[in-house]
């Protein structure tokens, strides 16, 4: 087999654990049913969102087709679909192409750099299916079955399925490979690619908000209705590719073929030029990360004094620990801390996207009304749970010690103060979260002071029980053994799990306050409840932690 | 110091039996070398003394406590470092070891000195404000010493020590392991370096295919042959 196959089949074996599987399936028979049951969960818990979400999508369709532009669907689920890559590929590829561990023994092999990142870029693209198909499928089926497509449309959807991450990701990878060859200059590196990454981040999502043409007045409009695809042009002025995948794959005879072509020629080509360029300097950003400064300075009388820190409890010790090693983390700043911020700053992304002041004015002005600002005043506690709930640090806290557990197991601290530290790291950053919205609703759309505090006290109420159901998960059971942070953080299904959980304790919340809203209880009362609610979900949640930490702790083996 | 009554642990649902029925006992102010070829139970035993793994069966008793039952208190008399110590990549070496007193409740006073004692001693106080990624694997293997000795532990623990140490480290550790057991307390080490057991172990005893097959002094596993080089006894024992 071609070294260059034989590498990427390697690459594919270790990061999906297929060799682990087969011998999970065929040697520890016993534990079978853990991988079952995490599937089984996860799928449950997924149908819904997929049931709402192929809901939206018929509605669209129906939409689209009383206009005569039922492809509309398909645009639009292109353009998510790609965006959604492009966004968080970024962070994705900087993992996989930069910070992971096995590179150290990748280097020395007869590889060439482009082939290193085309086995990297495999198992991204693979993970990325994950993202892409339940985006696509739904939108894909109604389409073809709404429309009676033909089989050449159900073949151009299957090859179109198949390519469609390679282009964002592609474009992200160009991205990361130029940033980190820019960024990797002296001992700030790190921090440098934490910025650029954030930097390219925000900016591909501000990027696409600009790049939509959405038209003035109403001839405009009008003329987008009548015109043949305008609206698939306008939806897909967000990412023109999608316009190229759309009509590729609805248009018929030759101008069809020709988008579609066009699509495949494109990704193709992004390809060859990520490959082009990682030939050229993947390896000298690469090599240079992998150096380590060393200050090797003698300090000496009082400055060395001032090094031997207090005596502090164990708990306090612990949770320093814990944020130390997190925010020297670039990969756990990327995916922990900024995005527990993303919400908010999606939020004010979409203040700010409003074409004008007198647009904005108006939305104000909506917002203070009496009978408008209870649900304001919700909406904001839902967005500040929605960013506690999204927060992955407590639902890998036990899981990113990966090889340094056996520290954890030798220290005579017991299993309820080793987790009230992760505890308080996790919730911290959830609490930055909810702290930063509640700053950008204050500031931004100017609502009372007073519930905007009010509101605050309950998103930092709700997060307690989010934190510890997710630090829960990943107590019971940790993803000790990973070559690289990513695996540790992203790969990780707990995350998965932790922030269904925490969607679960949403809703939960959610239908507290519509409960009490629909009863008539003032706002206040309704605040009140979900607080209320928020208290006793949390003091159960972390018995249920300290309880199950206690008995788990003693069961890992390290 | 420990008493390990009938321990046995087993992997691949007991298929593979990775210590067997083992009974052991080591005193105060001994040391004792745990000498075995690859995969013989070594590292498993002494994970097992620390509390890093749950054995299937048997007790094992560090100075009066179980450490099934008080795995806390029995931690606290000990002070262990692993054959390959993963430590914190991301923290300094100073950190670290400000963290491992911090838990160990070590009080100001004394960590001050025992740091600057030890790093002197391992020559690391130039290193000791890098990164721990930044370190050499001997260096990584001081600084876990250093940490694990902090509290003054009883009891130290250490599974290859010699294993990426420089000679004049290694030399130094020795010393230190002399002296340590000289003040009444306990070291219980595994090695490969059959003349380090040699010189240094007050008894040694010889793990195979998870079963103790010898215990003793240097004298009484030589029965009496004086001329019979530890190295030949290990081969003569591990071979049949």
Redesign the interface.
């Known amino acids: 087999m071609k070294p260059f196959i034989s590498f990427i089949k390697m690459q594919l074996n270790v990061n999906y654990g297929i060799s682990a599987l087969k011998y999970r399936f065929t040697r520890e028979k016993k534990k079978l049913w853990e991988p079952v049951l995490i599937a089984a969960a996860i799928l449950v818990s997924l149908l819904p969102l997929l049931a709402m979400y192929t809901g939206w999508m018929i509605s669209i369709f129906n939409g689209g087709l009383q206009i005569g532009q039922p492809e509309m669907v398909l645009a639009i689920s292109f353009v998510f679909a790609q965006l959604v890559i492009l966004i968080f590929g970024i962070f994705y590829i900087m993992g996989a192409f930069y910070f992971s561990k096995d590179l150290e023994m990748l280097v020395p092999l007869p590889l060439r750099p482009y082939e290193v990142i085309a086995g990297k870029f495999a198992v991204v693209m693979v993970n990325e299916y994950l993202t892409s198909l339940p985006i696509l499928l739904p939108p894909v089926i109604i389409f073809g079955t709404g429309t009676s497509q033909g089989i050449l449309y159900w073949l151009k959807s299957l090859i179109l399925m198949a390519v469609i991450p390679a282009m964002p990701l592609a474009i992200a990878s160009v991205l990361v490979i130029v940033l980190m060859r820019i960024v990797n200059i002296g001992r700030y590196k790190d921090l440098l690619a934490i910025v650029g990454g954030i930097v390219l981040v925000f900016g591909s999502m501000f990027g696409s908000m600009l790049f939509q043409k959405i038209p003035e007045n109403p001839e405009d409009i009008q003329e987008f209705f009548a015109g043949q695809g305008g609206l698939t042009d306008m939806i897909g002025s967000r990412f023109p590719p999608a316009i190229w995948a759309t009509k590729g794959l609805y248009k018929t005879g030759p101008s069809g073929f020709g988008y579609f072509l066009l699509y495949i020629a494109v990704s193709v080509a992004l390809i060859l030029l990520m490959f082009w360029i990682s030939d050229r300097i993947f390896y000298k950003a690469l090599l240079s990360g992998q150096e380590v400064r060393r200050k090797r300075k003698t300090l000496t009388g009082s400055k060395m004094e001032k090094k031997f820190s207090n005596v502090t409890s164990p708990v306090m010790a612990l949770f320093r620990r814990e944020w130390k090693l997190m925010i020297r983390t670039p990969l756990y700043v990327l995916n922990g801390l900024v995005g527990s911020i993303t919400g908010p700053i999606i939020l004010l992304f979409m203040i700010m996207a409003q074409d004008n002041d007198q647009e904005l004015a108006e939305l104000l002005a909506q917002l203070s009304k009496p009978e408008i600002l209870p649900y304001a005043v919700l909406i904001c506690a839902g967005v500040m749970l929605f960013t506690g709930g999204m927060n992955i640090v407590s639902s890998t806290a036990v899981s990113r010690e990966g090889r340094t557990i056996w520290i954890a197991k030798m220290i005579p601290v017991p299993a309820k103060q080793q987790v009230t530290a992760k505890f308080l790291c996790s919730y911290s950053v959830s609490a930055i979260g909810v702290l930063t919205t509640g700053l950008i609703v204050l500031i931004f759309l100017k609502l009372p002071v007073l519930w905007v505090t009010a509101v605050t006290i309950v998103g930092l109420a709700g997060s307690v029980p989010m934190t510890a159901f997710s630090l829960l998960i990943d107590v019971f059971h940790p993803k000790l053994v990973w070559n690289s942070e990513q695996e540790a953080m992203k790969q990780n299904m707990n995350g998965v799990l932790g922030m269904l959980l925490s969607f679960v304790i949403l809703v939960i919340l959610g239908a507290v306050a519509v409960g009490t809203l629909l009863i008539g209880i003032p706002l206040p009362g309704v605040l009140a409840a979900v607080f209320a609610a928020s208290v006793f979900i949390g003091t159960a949640s972390i018995f249920a932690l300290f309880a199950v930490a206690e008995k788990k702790y003693r069961e890992i083996e390290a | 110091m420990i008493e390990i009554k009938n321990l046995s642990k087993s992997y ?2 007991g298929k593979i039996k990775a210590v067997d029925g083992l009974n052991l006992n080591v005193s105060n102010g001994e040391i004792f070398g745990f000498l075995g070829p690859n995969g013989a139970g070594k590292t498993t035993t002494i ?1 097992m003394i ?5 054995p299937d069966e048997g007790s094992i008793i560090i100075d009066g406590t179980d450490i099934a039952k008080d ?3 029995a ?2 008399k000990m002070g ?1 470092v ?1 054959d390959d110590p ?3 990549d ?2 300094t070496g ?2 670290y070891l ?11 006073s004394v ?2 000195k025992k ?2 004692y030890f790093l002197e001693m391992f020559e690391l ?7 721990i ?2 370190y050499s694997h001997g260096m990584k293997q001081k600084i876990a010493l250093t940490g694990a000795l902090l509290h003054d532990p009883k009891l130290w623990i250490l599974d290859e020590p010699m294993v990426g140490l420089d000679p004049k480290s290694a030399h130094l550790l020795k010393s230190q392991m002399r002296e340590h057991c000289d003040k009444g307390n306990t070291v219980f080490f595994s090695t490969h370096v059959l003349e380090v057991a040699e010189k240094l172990c007050d008894r040694i005893g010889i793990i195979h295919r998870g079963k103790l097959i010898a215990i003793g002094t240097i004298d009484e596993l030589r029965k009496g042959d004086n001329k019979d080089s530890l190295e030949n006894i290990f081969l003569e024992l591990t071979e049949k």
């Open positions: 691949s649902k994970k620390v509390g890093l793994l749950n795995p806390i208190e931690k606290r262990y692993p993963n430590l914190y991301r923290l100073m950190e400000n963290f491992m007193a911090d838990v160990y409740q070590v009080p100001v960590r001050k740091i600057e106080k130039d290193a000791a404000f890098d990164l990624k930044s």
